[in-house]
């Protein structure tokens, strides 16, 4: 016997009851960001590298450690790790923003070389939204309205905690960035090895610190909230109001940096308890010098991201799973010679119902073909015989409820079938 193949570490086939919970996860968005005016776009897995690292950070954890890149012919490319930069890039190709707004939804694939474990795969789904062109705090609380009546119809919302900050805009930031260096530098021996690493090239993170001794240091350190100008103030302070008025409820968290670097004025993160470690199922924010960092026009936007797999897990966890749907009728023709006039009964089903209709195939025992039929999983078994066949009838026999087969004429199928639970 040849060598068998096996899945690549992080990588997963997704099928049955898995894979139902996470269409349900998927679909649920498609629907409420479609009901809110987002159109779909079907971005590439793969970029140039640059894009990444020009658009989230060379210093993130998802560009310095996390990307799978590999060199092609003249330039290096990347597995995209979120969508963000993606979705700008496709904007300024098109030049979408010109005299319009886009506001535009994704799903799909992301890839992070992390280490795996539950609820973190380095082949993971995420759907993301991001309106461009906008650039008041309006928007924001779109966004967040929008995931919070997803959780409302997944029954999840007494599960999910929101938690917001802003980062300011740029001259806030850059001045509350001097001020953490300064105070953080006194401490540098007695931070974690991370935190002395990001010291340099990403201070903010170190405020993510999950390390005990370093959050105690970072406990005085200096506050974005110090250094807010009056217009990031304002944008933070309606914000919140926004929120307010639209009976969300979220926590302020000063320490909410996010891990990509793209980020100005509002961010927010959504978070479980349920799932052990990987607390965060979705993230997002306001990006307003993305586009022009990457070589559009300046363009205000903000958006979000969520973990599909990890809503998806959640509801696992609460006992809301879904489970993989099975045909509804199953066609028996009890000898080959029944097979045409059987396919003809599954064509007419299918025509005058929504019913998933599988026909028995392959040889086989009158026996071992009704049990195909009880493992398929659907709830009626149409049953065609030699007699059925002569009369334009079909027998139905119900499989998961203790009914009496009958026997109707194929005229009257359809509704025999639809008043049938
Ligand atoms: P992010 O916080 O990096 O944000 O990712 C969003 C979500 O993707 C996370 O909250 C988490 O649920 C999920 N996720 C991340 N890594 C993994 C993994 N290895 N396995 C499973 N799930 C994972 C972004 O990606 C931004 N692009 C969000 C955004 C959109 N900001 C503005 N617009």
């Known amino acids: 016997m040849s060598e068998r193949s096996s899945l690549v570490r992080g990588m997963r086939d997704l099928y049955e009851d898995e894979l139902a919970n996470i269409r349900l996860v998927e679909t649920v968005f498609s629907e409420t960001l479609e009901s809110y005016g987002y159109a779909l776009i079907r971005l590439p897995i793969m970029e140039r590298t640059a894009l990444f690292s020009r658009g ?35 904007v300024i190709d098109a030049n979408m923003y010109r005299g319009h707004q886009p506001k535009l939804w994704y799903i799909g694939s992301m890839f992070r070389h992390e280490r795996p474990q539950l609820g973190r795969y380095r082949e993971f789904y995420q759907v993301g939204a991001e309106a461009f062109g906008f650039s008041g705090p309006d928007v924001d609380t779109e966004l967040i309205r929008i995931v919070q009546d997803v959780w409302e119809s997944l029954e999840l919302a007494e599960e999910i905690t929101l938690e917001i900050n802003t980062l300011g805009n740029t001259p806030s930031r850059k001045q509350h960035r001097d001020a953490l260096v300064e105070y953080l530098a006194q401490y540098k021996a007695q931070l974690d090895e991370d935190s002395q690493r990001r010291l340099e090239q990403n201070p903010l993170r170190i405020l993510d610190s999950k390390n005990e001794q370093t959050q105690k240091i970072i406990e005085q350190a200096p506050s974005i909230s110090d250094y807010l100008d009056a217009e990031s103030r304002r944008h933070f302070d309606e914000f919140q109001e926004r929120l307010v008025r639209l009976g969300i409820r979220a926590t302020v968290n000063p320490n909410l940096v996010r891990g990509l670097d793209y980020y100005t004025h509002s961010v927010f993160e959504w978070n479980t308890d349920k799932l052990g470690a990987q607390k965060q ?13 990457l070589g559009g026009a300046p363009c205000p936007a903000a958006g979000f991201a969520i973990g599909v797999d990890r809503v998806a897990l959640l509801r696992n966890e609460l006992g809301l799973a879904s489970q993989a749907s099975s045909p509804d009728v199953y066609v028996v023709a009890l000898s080959d010679d029944e097979e045409d006039y059987a396919l003809q009964v599954a064509a007419k089903v299918r025509a005058a119902s929504s019913l998933s209709v599988r026909v028995h195939q392959g040889a086989g025992k009158v026996k071992a073909r009704m049990r195909a039929a009880d493992r398929s999983g659907a709830t009626i078994a149409l049953i065609i015989g030699a007699q059925e066949a002569a009369s334009n009838q079909v027998s139905l026999k119900w499989l998961r409820i203790n009914r009496e087969q009958v026997t109707v004429p194929v005229a009257e199928l359809p509704s025999t079938l639809l008043n049938s639970n």
């Open 56 to 90: 989230i950070g060379e210093a993130t954890d998802a560009v310095s450690k996390e990307m799978f890149t590999f060199d092609d012919e003249t330039e290096s490319l990347s597995l995209r790790p979120e969508g963000t930069a993606s979705c700008v890039r496709a």
């Open 281 to 293: 199922v979705g993230g997002g924010g306001r990006y307003d010098g993305l586009c022009e960092l």
